[in-house]
Nanobody
Framework: QVQLVESGGGLVQPGGSLRLSCAVSGSGFRVGAMGWYRQAPGKERELVALIRSDGSAAYGDSVKGRVSASRDNAKNTLDLEMNTLNDEDTAVYYC??????????????WGPGTQVTVSS
């Protein structure tokens, strides 16, 4: 069974920085693309960052230039560095991973989310 766990959320002041981490655990699967998404109250979930297994990355327009994602394929971890945060970055941040099991079945797994609040 695949499990995703996020960490690193919390309260940060405007203009500050924060680092989020995601770890994929379990056995009998391979991890493909991994990503961070966020959802603010009353808004749809949106892409923050996506890193494919080949290392290529894509970032959401609202965070482009302020965030950087990195992954460790050996450890199945994904980190997100966020800078120059503002109140519009307040949201629950979710980790997502495309996984393939031994039967080649593909699924998209989500973590429970971690709250990020930007406030003075």
């Amino acid at each position: 069974q695949v499990q995703l766990v996020e960490s690193g959320g919390g309260l940060v002041q405007p203009g500050g920085s924060l680092r989020l981490s995601c770890a994929v655990s379990g056995s009998g699967f391979r991890v493909g693309a991994m990503g961070w998404y966020r959802q603010a109250p009353g808004k749809e979930r949106e892409l923050v960052a996506l890193i494919r297994s080949d290392g290529s990355a894509a970032y959401g327009d609202s965070v482009k230039g302020r965030v950087s994602a990195s992954r460790d394929n050996a450890k199945n971890t994904l980190d997100l560095e966020m800078n120059t945060l503002n109140d519009e970055d307040t949201a629950v941040y979710y980790c997502n991973a495309r996984v393939m099991d031994r039967t080649s079945k593909v699924s998209f797994e989500w973590g429970p989310g971690t709250q990020v609040t930007v406030s003075s």
